[in-house]
């Protein structure tokens, strides 16, 4: 299992599912399984408590790609 890690700056907030919209500085973890399925865990820097996003079954069809949809999802997340 593979896990990408980014720190960044919500000023607009981000939804999740447990507690609706959080926002400021933010941590977005993903995770790849070998089978390609994607976790996607958020929660504000240093705290304990992570929040899921919205949305289920999140599968690459190439593992290769982690990198990429993890940058891609953390600019995404961060636009003003």
Do not use: Q
């Not at 996003?53 to 982690?66: A, F, K, M, T």
């Amino acid at each position: 299992m593979e896990r990408k890690s980014s720190i960044f700056t919500a000023s607009h907030g981000v939804m999740t599912a447990e507690v609706g919209v959080i926002s400021g500085e933010l941590e977005l973890n993903t995770t790849c399984d070998e089978d390609g399925v994607l976790s996607l865990a958020i929660t504000y820097v240093g705290a304990e408590e992570w929040y899921t996003l919205p949305g289920e079954d999140y599968r690459l069809h190439d593992l290769r790609d982690h990198e990429v949809v993890h940058r891609m999802l953390v600019k995404v997340l961060e636009r003003n």
